[in-house]
């Protein structure tokens, strides 16, 4: 029901779009009425006969000259609302700041406040939208303003709503305060449709829910027919999400007349694509090629994305089904690059909101910090008169929250130090783990490569180490493995790479060795490895032993990828030989054919 959410984060403003016609001046014939009257109509004409609210401005700024400085105020708000109905929001932006930082006036800095945060939204300015959000929701509580209170919850409404937040929960609580607090029609309409789309966008209401009569019902009672218009293309996209399309064409164009007489883009636009939508679920392609046509014609620059997304959709969908090959396929390109923009802004906004929710964490954490500061202050002011004891105290105190921070501030530093640990080294032997000694491994031999050094790889798998898990549990096997380490490490150059490639398997890097050196080096470990008693538990002493398989760069090729391939085929080739033994990249084994040869050869 994306398409729904989005007409609905459209529409629900007080302050409705309307189309460009021309303004026209009226100029009553007997008495002019007076500027307060004249800024009271425009107030009622803005959201249900633009033609009418476009002439009201006209004759407000030709008494310019007569205009109190806070009616100056007001009339920048109504011109800021008119350049935001045309989608002009750089011309409208700077004006509506201007009245949030300069006018003084509480009610109209809110209400510049809830349209700058509707425009930033319209322009894919998320973080101003939601920066600006949150500071709307926190001043609300302070406006006294009935207007500007409608206004600015009515954008909190719909933020709250939008699938980037997804909190409908508190959307429903807003909505039914509003209703609760401001009895007018425009605030119960608003707060109607608020509590409706909530509810349809938490998936607890259907279509055939009375809910929908009662909102729309409500919002034209108040003279806010965009507002009724939303509400009944929501429910239309609930009818077809339902699979009862039929019904939603019949609504749809039994609703039609009210749309167009509105004369608002998109929804007009918004009209013709579900009805596209519904006639392709029922497999009427022609019918639905039609209106998914009218609503690319229909739909220009500042269109919303999913209307064009949606029209596209159900064109290459209509002549796939129609078995027209080319054009679906045209179509379907249009569609798949539009689908990528609403899923990049989808992104933008969801990180836009994480971003905002994060910062005012942090503020808070600042203000929480700077809040506890200024105590401490007053608390000093107040114990600078008292005895040495109290001083004492103060000033402890003072230690103990500094220690506190620092405390933090090491924890906060050693849990750092700890997940990059985790995120490098092996947690049970300390040495690196697979992916941390590829991607060491790998920066290593292209610094190689370029000094043109070589260097060998050994991988060594410890033998029969199944048994040891089976006969004596896996913390015998733990134990095995730390040792093996142990082992090998006192072996290892200091420029040799260590890591556990998984289980009982490690591997060896030696940056500038040469095969005789690798070959040395495994055998030196093969032997240690041999000689090493292990207490596995009580009374229990073992022996291990390892098979090693040697590559060097130079006959392997200097890639990670070619020094693992040739080392683990030279592994398996200890391990069929009989194991305890080294093998290299070439088909001579480096030890003797059976065990006691091995030990002969560590003991000589």
């Given at each position: ?12 403003i ?9 303004a ?5 014939a007997?008495?002019?009425p007076?500027?307060?009257?004249l800024?009271a109509?425009a ?12 002439s ?8 310019g ?6 009616q ?12 935001s109905?045309?989608?002009n ?26 349209r700058?945060v509707q ?13 600006l959000?949150n500071?709307?929701m ?25 699938a980037a ?8 609580q807003?909505?039914?305060e ?18 409706t ?15 929908f009569?009662?909102?729309i ?10 507002s009724?218009?939303s509400?009944r ?9 339902e699979?009862r399309?039929?019904r939603a064409?019949?609504?749809?164009h ?30 009427d ?9 009218t ?28 078995g ?16 990528k ?13 994480q ?16 809040d506890?500061q200024?105590?401490?202050?007053q ?20 230690l ?19 997940f990059r640990k ?15 000694f590829?991607?060491?491994?790998g920066?290593?031999l ?14 060594l ?15 015998a ?8 380490v ?28 040469s ?19 292990m207490v596995?538990k ?8 390892a ?7 130079a ?17 398996y080739?200890?391990?069929d030989?009989?194991?305890n ?24």
């Open positions: 029901m994306e398409h729904g959410t989005l007409i609905c984060l459209a529409g629900m007080l302050a409705t779009v309307a189309p460009n016609v021309r026209h001046s009226a100029a009553p007997i008495a002019a007076s500027v307060a009257v800024l109509r107030e009622g004409a803005k959201s249900n006969d633009q033609d009418r609210y476009r009201i401005l006209v004759q407000l700024h030709e008494r000259a007569s205009l109190s400085v806070a100056r105020w007001h009339l920048r708000l109504l011109d800021a609302q008119q350049l109905f045309d989608g929001y750089g011309k409208a932006d700077p004006l509506l700041y201007d009245i949030v930082d300069h006018s003084g006036d509480q009610a109209l800095s809110i209400r510049a406040m809830a700058l425009n930033k939204f319209n322009s894919h300015h998320y973080v101003d939208a939601y920066t959000a500071t709307l926190a001043e609300l509580p302070k406006v006294a303003d009935p207007t500007a209170r409608l206004e600015g919850m009515d954008r909190v409404i719909i933020m709250l709503n939008g937040v997804g909190q409908y929960e508190l959307a429903l807003y909505a039914r509003m209703k609760a607090t401001l009895p007018s029609a425009a605030a119960q309409c608003i707060a109607e449709m608020g509590e789309n909530s509810l349809l966008y938490e998936g607890k209401l259907l279509s055939t829910n009375p809910r009569r009662q909102a019902d409500t919002c034209l009672a108040a003279k806010h027919p965009l009724a218009d509400l293309l929501n429910q239309a996209s609930a009818m077809i999400d699979g399309a039929k064409i019949a609504f749809l039994r609703i039609a007349p009210a749309i167009r007489k509105n004369r608002y883009p998109p929804y007009l636009a918004s009209l013709q694509v579900t009805l596209a939508q519904a006639y392709l679920s029922l497999g392609a022609a019918n639905a090629r039609k209106f998914a046509l609503t690319t014609v229909m739909s220009g620059a500042n269109s919303t994305l999913w209307i064009l997304q949606a029209a596209y959709e159900v064109l290459y969908k209509a002549e796939k089904m129609s027209h090959a080319a054009a679906a396929l045209a179509y379907y390109e249009k569609y798949v690059a539009l689908d923009a609403a899923v990049d802004h989808a992104k933008a906004r969801a990180l836009a909101y971003m905002v929710k994060q910062q005012v964490q942090s503020k808070k954490l600042k203000l929480d910090a700077l506890k200024n105590r401490i202050l608390l000093r002011h107040a114990l600078a008169v008292q005895s040495q004891k109290a001083s004492r105290l103060y000033i402890a105190l003072l103990v929250v500094i220690a506190f921070i620092a405390m933090a501030m090491f924890w906060l530093r050693r849990s750092q130090l700890r985790m995120a490098r080294y092996d947690g049970l032997t300390g040495v690196f783990n697979r992916e941390h590829f991607e060491e491994a920066h290593a292209r610094r190689l490569h370029r000094a043109k050094a070589g260097a060998c790889l050994v991988i798998d410890l033998d029969h180490f199944k048994r040891v898990n089976d006969s004596y549990g896996h913390v096997g733990d134990v095995v493995l730390r040792q093996t142990a082992v090998c490490l006192r072996e290892l150059r200091k420029s040799d790479m260590f890591g556990r490639l998984g289980g009982e398997e490690f591997g060896i890097l030696m940056p500038v060795a095969r005789e050196q690798g070959v040395e080096i495994a055998s030196r470990i093969r032997c240690a490895l041999a000689a090493e008693p596995v009580a009374g229990i002493t073992i022996t291990v032993s098979s090693f398989g040697v590559a060097w760069s006959d392997s090729g200097r890639t990670l990828r070619d020094l693992l391939i040739d080392a683990d085929a030279a592994l080739r200890a391990k030989g009989g194991r033994r080294v093998a290299v990249d070439t088909r001579a084994d480096l030890l003797p054919e059976d065990p006691e040869d091995a030990l002969r050869t560590c003991n000589a």
